[in-house]
């Protein structure tokens, strides 16, 4: 069974107080303390002073307000005193009638190398520029340095950290660039929704662990039945997105089909059965970002409420919605 213990991140559980009643081992090495160092603590006994105000100032107020907080950085100590950057991504949930707190951190040490490293390339450029031709050879060089540089940093902005495809940071300025393109040509584009049914039952009965799995697994099986047609990011919680370029509504509804079948026949580890519902719309000329994912959404919605498990077009439905 897959289990906290294998993710390539930190995870830590806190009780409703900010007591710390789980740290997998990665944590704990982060960190260099013993696991009956860290479980029972407050988890602000391992921030700095200025960190703990941040804590209680911002952090907490946030997740009490929305029931999660995405990319906030707080510095954790280690046991030699080193302060560590984390980003915390972390949702206030119920379990057996409990409320916990799941924090996924993620080190910020490497992406803050990246930064510095960009900084310090960019000042010997200027340094490099102001003696032109006898620093030409170098000057090629340090482009190269910066380019691959910014393309793992962007690499890091763009990706899902437990899915490993697209955010949803990345899908929206993908989407924008694709309205864009098609308000001048009129060439169609299709965009999908997708959200699993019952998911909330699913963490319920087989623990965050499982949930987390199904979401790996359905993201993997995502990609390779949309393959290079299209462009799949996580968009939140349990709903994805899948832009089709240049694909019109007959096609992105085969696509979508052959994703529903995907998740369908998939054998899942621990689950019984896993569908998805999928809603999707096509560019209609004037149309905006937010009208197509209004669309889709309709469309998502309506399928969810005639059995789930299907792909609806919002054309296809459109006669039978109110305006």
Known sequence: MLT???LPCSIVLLNSEGIITYANTFFCNLLQRKEHDIVGEHVERFLST??????????Y?????????????LHFERSDGVQIPLMINTKRT?????????????????????????????KKLEQVNEEQAQALAKLQQLHAEIEKKQQELVMITNTDKLTNIFNRRYIEHYLAELVEVAGQTEDAFSLCILDIDFFKKVNDTYGHQVGDYVLIEIASLMKQHVGEEGVVARYGGEEFIILLPNIAKEQAVIIS??????????????????????????????DT????????????????????????????IEHVLHP
Not at 289 to 305: G, V
């Open 94 to 122: 119920l379990y057996n009638g409990e409320e916990h707190v799941v924090c996924i951190l993620m080190s910020m040490t490497k992406r803050i190398e990246y930064e510095q490293e960009i900084r310090t390339i960019a």
């Open 4 to 6: 906290y213990e294998q």
């Open 289 to 316: 970002e937010s009208m197509l994912i209004n669309r889709a959404d309709r469309a998502l919605y309506y399928a969810k409420q005639h059995g789930r498990d299907r792909t609806i077009h919002f054309r296809d």
């Open 50 to 59: 200025t960190n703990k105000f941040i804590f209680h100032s911002s952090f």
């Open 61 to 73: 107020p946030q997740l009490h307000m929305h029931g999660h907080v995405e990319e906030f950085v």
């Open 257 to 286: 089909n052959a994703v529903n079948e995907a998740v369908r026949t998939y054998e899942f580890d621990h689950v019984q059965r896993v569908t998805i519902s999928i809603g999707v719309s096509t560019y209609r000329a004037g």
